[in-house]
């Protein structure tokens, strides 16, 4: 049975302190978060936005609402667009005048470009284009807006398509995403069409020049996203300039303030799986390129100027992060903020002000908007202070060693009512990728629901195994050419270490996660099935061979994890596969798709599913979410994840279930 505390638990007499009260799953899915912010020039205020997700039984389906503050100083943040709206890309205008963001309000057809005034008043409507507008950037002096958007669609196209003639060319109808130019002091001046025949991904003023900054990609597809994208600047007139040469992944480009320098965040090589080292190009020097950070044992996560000679980058290193300050002469780093304090997931800054904003979490709240300041955190924003009232559970970081002796780390949280003579149920949460990390902080998600967990007695164990990123490219590569090898091997290894120290209990050992966590899951099921007493896979991999086949990523997968191709060794790849260890599966799987996903395709549940199924060895359930892609983004499906995770540990590793539960869910009586 799903345990749950209500509302009812609320203690509402004003005159008695509030006593602590159990979270519930749907208000861990409801959770608020501030999800962006921008510092204005001169750092008089920052512009925010806060998500604010729907509510499962009272809003109808749909994405989060997103909702526009600001806040000064210390004081209480003042709201500017709220309730039922969407808020995306908010920025400050160079005066500090206005706050311009993206939205799709009213009769709008498409998502278009609006500011508000900063002394407040109603928003207004800057900039419609015929397509939607997917970002923007304002240029120094306030003139110019340049923005991504498609090219409007084919009239005869729309004609031809109500007359039934819909066929879809796979991967041949690409619509690439354009960067348009608007001057807005140009009289009864319309947006100019700058790129043709490319994938523009990102744009971005340079500073005191006439260019524009973009990162360009072959196709729009999401392999040459990741793995093919170029930095390149161009003028107004949409003519090359120069370009930036990188190999393998891209992650985020930041101009000094006098645009001489570029810092990009980058691979080290084309087989780096993360774009997580720090680069600074000279445009005075050819565009010289200089690894600024070459010895580095984690990953660069954000950067932002404060000086010509300046830059501030955000880095994450084991299970913490860790902000600091790298001077261009001298190429040497001072510490902003030190690892442990908060989890810094970006930082925004504005040249010449000593102001730096991040965005940060902790274990007992999600992300949150501070101040960096003398070294320590300053609170801006509390999204959800009935977080208060809840009971915190232990939290805590856990180094072990692996059988072939590498030192691996996790975090830790232990039951509630933890007894350090008791042994408790564990639910291991594997992270995806396996280019990814945990991070000491707020770990509740809805396919993890650490808390509400944890009040049910459970101990959770979010590991980060060999391939991980936090840890320098020589660690993150130690999965590849080695699906379910070593990698998955440090899961067991991490069980162990926590049924030795007496935490865990052997016979109740729970394990989940989503995309390549769903196919440590599965794995875990099959092949290591004796270690693990029930299984959560999610949007997993079953079938390495036919993965490749149905991926949106057959470039990525080759580059940064398989570094082969199933044609290479057919017999490895098939035995590298959950699918092929099915007979062996004595671990009741819980397996949960969305419809919608690309990424790992729906039929790779299928697979698994009907593998189990005739082999008629364990339970096994397969649920499937319309309108859903590679993880549920929506409330309701959330919610309904949760619930159905939660059942089924608790029916395997707690009751002593034998036969699959009922996969009825008392939905309908909520509404």
Same mark, same amino acid.
Do not use: C
């Given at each position: 049975m799903l345990r749950q505390v209500g509302l009812a638990a609320l203690i509402t007499a004003v005159s008695m302190p509030l006593m602590a009260r159990e979270i519930t799953l749907e208000e861990t899915v409801t959770i608020k978060s501030v999800n962006s912010a921008a510092l204005a020039p001169g750092a008089q205020f920052a512009a925010f936005t806060r998500v604010n997700p729907r509510q499962p039984y009272k809003d109808d389906d749909g994405s989060p609402f997103t909702e526009l503050f600001t806040v000064s100083g210390e004081n209480e943040p003042v709201p500017f667009v709220t309730g039922k709206e969407g808020v995306g890309s908010v920025a400050v205008s160079p005066d500090g005048s206005g706050i311009y963001f993206l939205s799709k309000r009213g009769n709008d057809k498409h998502t278009s470009l609006y500011r508000i005034a900063t002394s407040g008043g109603e928003a207004q409507k800057v900039l419609s284009?015929?397509?939607?507008?997917?970002?923007?950037?304002?240029?120094?002096?306030?003139?110019?807006?340049?923005?991504?958007?498609?090219?409007?669609?084919?009239?005869?196209?729309?004609?031809?398509?109500?007359?039934?003639?819909?066929?879809?060319? %796979?991967?041949?109808?690409?619509?690439?995403? $354009?960067?348009?130019?608007?001057?807005?002091?140009?009289?009864?001046?319309?947006?100019?069409?700058?790129?043709?025949?490319?994938?523009?991904?990102?744009?971005?003023?340079?500073?005191? $020049?006439e260019q524009l900054l973009v990162r360009t990609a072959p196709t729009p597809l999401v392999d040459d996203n990741y793995m093919s994208s170029q930095y390149r600047l161009i003028d107004y007139a949409g003519d090359a300039v120069s370009d930036f040469a990188s190999e393998g992944k891209l992650g985020d480009a930041r101009f000094s303030p006098d645009g001489r320098y570029l810092a990009v965040i980058g691979a080290a090589d084309y087989n780096d799986p993360s774009a997580g080292r720090l680069y600074v190009y000279d445009t005075q020097k050819d565009n010289a390129r200089t690894e600024v950070l070459p010895d580095y044992q984690g990953h660069v996560k954000d950067i932002a100027w404060r000086r010509n000679d300046e830059v501030i980058w955000l880095g994450h290193r084991g299970t913490t992060s860790e902000v600091q300050a790298l001077t261009m002469q001298w190429l040497e780093s001072r510490q902003l903020l030190a690892p442990g304090i908060a989890v810094v997931?970006?930082?925004? *800054?504005?040249?010449?002000?000593?102001?730096?904003?991040?965005? *940060?979490?902790?274990?007992?709240?999600?992300?949150?908007?501070?101040?960096?300041?003398?070294?320590?955190?300053?609170?801006?924003?509390? &999204?959800?202070?009935? /977080? *208060?009232?809840?009971?915190?559970?232990?939290?805590?970081?856990?180094?072990?060693?692996?059988?072939?002796?590498?030192? /691996?780390?996790?975090?830790?949280? %232990?039951?509630?009512? %933890?007894? &350090?003579?008791?042994?408790y149920p564990l639910i291991m949460v594997v992270h995806g990728g396996p280019e990814a990390h945990y991070s000491n902080g707020w770990l509740d998600r809805y396919a993890s629901p650490a808390k509400y967990a944890a009040q049910q007695g459970y101990a959770l164990f979010f590991p980060n195994y060999r391939g991980s990123t936090g840890r320098g490219v020589e660690f993150s590569k130690l999965g590849q050419n080695d699906? *379910?090898?070593?990698?998955?091997?440090? /899961?067991?290894?991490?069980?162990?270490?926590?049924?030795?120290?007496?935490?865990?209990?052997?016979?109740?050992?729970?394990?989940?996660?989503? &995309?390549?966590?769903?196919f440590a899951s599965a794995w875990a099921a099959t092949a290591l099935t004796e270690h693990f007493d029930a299984s959560v896979m999610s949007v997993g991999i079953s079938d390495n061979i036919s993965k490749f086949g149905t991926t949106d990523i057959p470039k990525e997968m080759h580059a940064v994890h398989a570094r082969s191709y199933p044609w290479d060794k057919w017999q490895w790849y098939l035995e590298r596969s959950p699918i092929y260890h099915a007979e062996k599966a004595r671990t009741p799987l819980l397996i949960m798709h969305g419809k919608e996903d690309t990424r790992v395709h729906p039929s790779q549940s299928m697979e698994m599913y009907r593998y189990l199924k005739t082999h008629d060895n364990v339970p096994v359930r397969l649920v499937l979410y319309p309108g859903e892609g590679h993880g549920n983004r929506k409330a309701a499906a959330q919610l309904d994840y949760s619930m159905r995770l939660m059942r089924w540990m608790e029916h395997f590793l707690v009751e002593g279930g034998t036969e699959a539960p009922p996969h009825e869910l008392p939905h309908a009586e909520k509404l």
């Open positions: 284009h015929e397509t939607a507008i997917s970002s923007y950037t304002i240029s120094g002096d306030g003139r110019y807006i340049a923005f991504r958007a498609k090219s409007k669609a084919d009239s005869d196209a729309e004609k031809l398509k109500k007359k039934g003639f819909k066929a879809e060319i %796979y991967e041949e109808q690409l619509e690439f995403t $354009h960067v348009w130019l608007w001057d807005t002091q140009a009289d009864e001046a319309k947006p100019v069409q700058l790129t043709r025949d490319v994938q523009i991904w990102s744009v971005d003023f340079r500073p005191q $020049h997931i970006d930082i925004e *800054a504005v040249p010449g002000q000593s102001e730096v904003l991040v965005r *940060a979490h902790k274990p007992e709240h999600p992300t949150e908007l501070f101040r960096l300041q003398n070294q320590t955190l300053i609170r801006l924003t509390d &999204s959800n202070p009935w /977080l *208060a009232e809840i009971t915190m559970p232990r939290q805590e970081s856990m180094t072990y060693k692996a059988r072939d002796g590498l030192e /691996l780390e996790g975090i830790v949280v %232990y039951p509630t009512d %933890y007894q &350090s003579e008791q042994r699906y *379910a090898g070593k990698e998955f091997d440090d /899961l067991v290894d991490g069980k162990n270490h926590l049924v030795e120290t007496g935490l865990a209990d052997d016979e109740k050992i729970g394990i989940t996660g989503g &995309s390549y966590g769903g």
